[in-house]
C-alpha cells in the first residue's frame, strides 16, 4: 500500500507556489532561529557577535540541515506541506530519498554558498590590489556573477516548467514531491465573500457620507425634538 501511494505521489507534481512558499517558510525560520541566538547576548557588549556572525549563522543552519535535510530528506518549510525531496538520478518509478552524497553536496551548496558570499569582502580586504589574493577575489567575483545569472535562468525555467524551484535541486538531480496523497482541492470562499461585501459597503460610505449635510440633519432633529417637546405639554 505504502508502495502503491509512493509511486503516485511522484507522478503528481508539486504545486510551484507550494515549493516557494516552502522556501519563504525556510528563510522564516532561518531568521526567527537568529533573532533568538542573538537575544541570548543581548546583556552582553554590542558588536560581540559581528565579526563572527557568518560563522554562526553557518552553525545554525549546519543545525537545521542536520536534523531535517540530513535526517529526513526535506527541509523544515516541506514538512510543513508534507513536501520532501526525491532522489531523481535512481532509475525508478517509485520513491528514492536523497543519497547521502546529495544531503552532504546539498549542505555545501546552500550552507558554504552563502558562507562565502558573506566572507568573500573580509577574506581578501587587506590585500594589495596586485597581489595573488586580489586576482583570486576578482576570479570568485566572476563565479559568483555567474551563478546568480545561472539562477535567474533556471527560476524562469522553474516557472514555465514548474521543477527544480532552485539552481541547487538541478545541479544535484533532487526534486520536489509530495510525501503523502494529495486529494482534491476543495476551496472555500466564505471567508472571500465576507471581505468583499464588507469592503463594498465600506467603500460605499465612503462615497455617501461626504454628500450629507450633518449640521443640518442636527438641527432638524433639534426642531422636532422641540416641537415633540411642546405637543406634549
Known amino acids: 500500500m505504502s508502495s502503491s501511494e509512493d509511486g503516485s505521489n511522484n507522478l503528481s507534481p508539486v504545486l510551484r507556489v507550494s515549493q516557494l512558499d516552502a522556501y ?9 532561529v537568529w533573532a533568538q541566538f542573538t537575544h541570548c ?7 560581540l557577535l559581528t565579526y563572527v556572525e557568518p560563522e554562526l549563522k553557518a552553525l545554525l543552519q549546519l543545525l537545521l540541515w542536520r536534523f531535517t535535510v540530513y535526517s529526513q ?3 523544515v518549510g516541506q514538512t510543513i506541506l508534507s513536501i520532501r525531496y526525491k532522489n531523481n538520478l535512481a532509475q525508478t518509478q517509485k520513491y528514492q530519498p536523497m543519497s547521502k552524497h546529495q544531503k552532504l553536496w546539498y549542505a555545501v551548496c546552500t550552507i558554504g554558498g552563502r558562507w ?7 577574506l581578501f580586504k587587506n590585500q594589495p590590489s596586485e597581489s595573488a589574493y586580489h586576482k583570486t577575489k576578482h576570479f570568485i567575483s566572476i563565479i559568483l556573477g555567474l551563478l546568480q545569472t545561472a539562477r535567474l535562468i533556471n527560476f524562469l525555467n522553474f516557472l514555465q516548467k514548474g521543477r527544480f524551484a532552485t539552481l541547487t535541486e538541478r545541479l544535484l538531480g533532487i526534486r520536489a514531491v ?9 476551496v472555500g470562499f466564505e471567508y472571500m465573500n465576507r471581505e468583499l461585501l464588507w469592503h463594498g459597503f465600506a467603500d460605499f460610505l465612503i462615497f455617501l457620507l461626504p454628500l450629507v449635510n450633518a ?7 433639534v426642531v422636532l425634538v422641540c416641537v415633540t417637546g411642546r405637543a406634549s405639554w
Do not use: V, Y
Not at 24 to 32: G, I, K, P, V
Not at 215 to 221: G, R, T
Open 41 to 47: 547576548f543581548q546583556g552582553f557588549k554590542p558588536g
Open 73 to 75: 530528506s526535506a527541509t
Open 116 to 122: 562565502l558570499q558573506e566572507r568573500l569582502h573580509d
Open 215 to 221: 449640521k443640518k440633519i442636527k438641527n432638524e432633529c
Open 24 to 32: 519563504e517558510l525556510n528563510r522564516a525560520l532561518e531568521q526567527l
Open 178 to 186: 509530495f510525501s503523502k496523497h494529495q486529494g482534491t482541492r476543495q
